[in-house]
C-alpha cells in the first residue's frame, strides 16, 4: 500500500494534469492579450503623433507663405474700366488679389498678381506676371496650398478713403479703389480643426 501511494506521487511529479495545462494556457493567453494591446495602443499613439506633427508642420508652412506673400505685397495702380486710376487689391470674404513677388520656387522675379481662394475644399493660389497695361496677360499657373479645407473667411481693416471720418473697423469685403487696408485677417479650418487666426500688416510703401 505504501509503494502503490508513493508511485503514484511519483508520477504526479513527472507531468501536469489536464486542469493545470488548461490553467496555464488560460494565463498564457490573457498576457498575450494584454500585450497585444499594449503594443496596439503604442502604435496606434505613434501613428497619431506623426499625423499631428505633419499637421502641425504644414499648418506652419502655408501660415509663413501666405504673411511672407502678404507683407510683401505693394501698392500698385492700374486703370479701370471706367479709365480712372484704381488701387490693385481684391478682397472678398473667400478670397483675396494682390500685387506682389513671387517665391523663386514657384515663378521667376517680378512682381505678380496673386490670387488665393478657396477651390472645391482646396485653398488655392493662382498667380501670372503683373503687367499694368494688361492685368490678363501672361499664362496663369496654380499650386495648391491646403486640402481638406471646412470653412474659410478673409476680413479687412482699415479705412477705405484717406479722408473717412469713421474709425477704421473690420470689413468682411473691401469695395475701396482708393486705397489698400491696413491689416489682413484669414480665419480657416482643416477638416474641422480651426488654425489660428493669421493677421497680417500691409506695408504702404511707395505707390507705383
Not at 522675379?109 to 485653398?123: D, M, Q
Not at 501672361?138 to 477705405?160: D, K, M, N, R
Request: glycine share 8%; net charge neutral; proline share 6%.
Amino acid at each position: 500500500m505504501a509503494a502503490t501511494v508513493k508511485d503514484r506521487w511519483q508520477r504526479r511529479q513527472i507531468g501536469f494534469t489536464l486542469l493545470e495545462l488548461v490553467v496555464a494556457i488560460t494565463l498564457m493567453g490573457l498576457v498575450l492579450v494584454v500585450l497585444y494591446s499594449g503594443l496596439r495602443l503604442g502604435l496606434n499613439s505613434w501613428e497619431g503623433g506623426e499625423q499631428r506633427a505633419e499637421a502641425i508642420n504644414r499648418q506652419r508652412l502655408v501660415a509663413e507663405f501666405l504673411r511672407r506673400q502678404l507683407a510683401q505685397s505693394m501698392t500698385v495702380y492700374q486703370s479701370n474700366d471706367q479709365q480712372e486710376k484704381a488701387v490693385a487689391f481684391v478682397g472678398q470674404p473667400d478670397s483675396i488679389e494682390f500685387v506682389a513677388p513671387m517665391l523663386a520656387q514657384l515663378g521667376q522675379g517680378g512682381l505678380y498678381r496673386v490670387r488665393i481662394e478657396l477651390v472645391n475644399n482646396r485653398l488655392q493660389v493662382h498667380f501670372r506676371p503683373y503687367l499694368p497695361r494688361n492685368p490678363n496677360a501672361g499664362e496663369e499657373q496654380e499650386s495648391v496650398l491646403v486640402e481638406g479645407v471646412s470653412a474659410l473667411e478673409w476680413a479687412y481693416f482699415g479705412p477705405e478713403r484717406d479722408d473717412a471720418t469713421e474709425p477704421p473697423r473690420w470689413r468682411s469685403d473691401w469695395a475701396s479703389s482708393a486705397r489698400r487696408p491696413l491689416l489682413v485677417r484669414l480665419n480657416l479650418a482643416v477638416r474641422g480643426e480651426p488654425w489660428p487666426d493669421l493677421v497680417v500688416a500691409l506695408a504702404e510703401g511707395p505707390r507705383r
